[in-house]
């Protein structure tokens, strides 16, 4: 009887030699055997790994998480208001607030309630185009800034997104110029449907970089001249300049630029239909991100926003941000997040707008 007649280590080897032990020496010699058939297959053209018992290193995130008691956590260093509003110094320190700011902190009590133990927000404040960057590059757990689940980038590639925590988002623009406002409208009644984009082309569109108004702009709009900024607070500035060129839309997410002019930025104006609602390039959704791999942290974070939508903790936090009269420096000082205050000369530095060549 050969016992090893038509082993899978061996079959198809013709010119491998091997021996068929007798039953009886089979407990003693079978051992021996495979592993020297291992080390001749090689002669054979095939290599094989011995095999080994691999006990491997936890994957589950959260386990580590709860080990060193902090949740790493990326927010824009731009304000995007009312997600994020631009940080103060307060008799606590440094702070930020915003819609956003208080959802990392129901995140983090989520967190504190699935480890048995505090675990604390670590904030940095961090340009929204190196969120993605430094997320892949695992030095954030995961980051929250209005940002639309799903927007096609090269940037974006890796990533996942949690259920939507805010609805009804998506692009739209603003304009300070009348002429600009009224030629849009013209454009809208000859156009016919589907042409929002249409209505823009030729214009000088200012959007931020790396966010969904940069990447819809590449994928789909022909501006006369095209202006990346660095900020949001960088494009008013620009479009408020007196140049020779003059500014002619601010491109961006509807919810803060519909915010903005209606608390800081009086003199712009919300580009509408012919119905009079908000003219709509895209729609989207909010979600936190986090690594593609972070199964059980996206896990805790889908099952902690179902149950601040089915408790209608978020319509409160969307009424109690876009809808009420606050000052917010007074909710950064009583519910803000603090960072390290290192970081403030950054954060005011809302850099510059350049022209983009690409266009």
């Avoid at 190196?130 to 689940?149: K, M």
Wanted: proline share 5%.
């Amino acid at each position: 009887m050969a016992v090893f007649d038509g082993h899978p280590l061996l079959k198809g080897c013709a010119k491998c030699p091997y021996t068929a032990w007798p039953q009886p020496r089979q407990r003693t010699l079978g051992l021996v055997f495979t592993l020297v058939s291992i080390l001749l297959l090689q002669g054979c053209g095939l290599i094989f790994d011995a095999v080994k018992l691999v006990h491997p290193v936890s994957a589950n995130e959260l386990d580590a998480i709860c080990r060193r008691g902090e949740i790493h956590v990326g927010m824009a260093v731009e304000p995007f208001r009312p997600f994020v509003f631009p940080a103060l110094w307060t008799d606590e320190g440094a702070r930020v607030t915003g819609l956003d700011a208080e959802l990392v902190r129901l995140l983090s009590d989520a967190l504190t309630e699935r480890c048995g133990t505090q675990v604390a927000p670590q904030l940095h404040l961090i340009r929204f185009r190196d969120l993605f960057l430094l997320l892949n590059e695992g030095r954030l757990d995961f980051f929250v800034s209005a940002v639309a689940r799903g927007t096609p980038s090269p940037a974006r590639a890796g990533i996942a997104y949690s259920s939507s925590y805010f609805g009804e988002g998506g692009l739209t623009g603003i304009s300070r110029r009348p002429e600009i406002l009224e030629m849009i409208q013209v454009r809208l009644r000859h156009g016919g449907s589907g042409s929002g984009a249409s209505a823009l082309k030729g214009l000088a569109i200012a959007v931020q970089d790396g966010t969904d108004a940069y990447w819809y702009a590449q994928a789909f709009l022909q501006p006369g001249r095209l202006i990346v900024c660095d900020s949001l607070p960088a494009a008013f500035e620009y479009g408020e300049s007196d140049g020779i060129a003059p500014l002619d839309i601010i491109l961006g997410a509807q919810p803060v630029l519909d915010f903005v002019v209606k608390t800081t930025h009086r003199d712009w104006r919300s580009l509408h239909d012919e119905q009079g609602h908000p003219l709509m390039f895209t729609q989207a959704d909010y979600a936190v991100v986090m690594a593609e791999e972070s199964y059980s942290l996206r896990w805790l974070i889908n099952d902690t926003i179902f149950k601040l939508r089915t408790s209608g903790r978020l319509d409160s936090m969307r009424r109690r941000w876009l809808e009420e009269s606050y000052a917010y420096p007074r909710r950064a000082s009583t519910e803000g997040l603090s960072f390290d205050v290192r970081q403030m000369p950054a954060h005011y530095a809302q850099g510059t707008c350049r022209e983009s060549s690409s266009r």
